[in-house]
């Protein structure tokens, strides 16, 4: 029975984390916190006091899931608003590329795009 949950604490913890490709990093974060605190939670849970993985599941799954959501929401906060306009070392206007995570400028003359370390963005 134990095997069984941690099992499927880990199965559920894989599926969360495949379902986490649009999102942002608060919810990110979050599933990903609670599907790591779910399988350690059970793990501990079933190796100390009465055994009792499904409850070390839940308070983990509850413990990582704060915790990761904290982790996200402070991670989006040091990347700004994607649509902000930032200017480079040089003075030229960075537009955030939300896709790829990323700063690009576009240069006034040949209206080719780099990105902000001056590799050329290839879109």
Partial sequence: MKKTIILTATTLSLV????????????KGAAIG???GAVVGAIIG??????????????????GGAGGA??????????GEPT?????????ELIYDQQ???YFYRDPSTGRTYWQNGAIRSY
């Fill in 16 to 27: 969360g984390l495949s379902a986490c490709t649009t999102t942002g990093n608060t919810e």
């Fill in 100 to 102: 790829a995570g990323r």
């Fill in 46 to 63: 079933n190796n100390t006091g009465s055994g009792d993985a499904s409850t070390g599941a839940a308070i983990g799954a509850v413990v």
């Fill in 70 to 79: 904290y982790a996200g929401n402070q991670k989006d906060k040091t990347v």
């Fill in 34 to 36: 609670a599907a790591t």
């Fill in 84 to 92: 902000r306009i930032r200017q480079g070392a040089e003075g030229q």
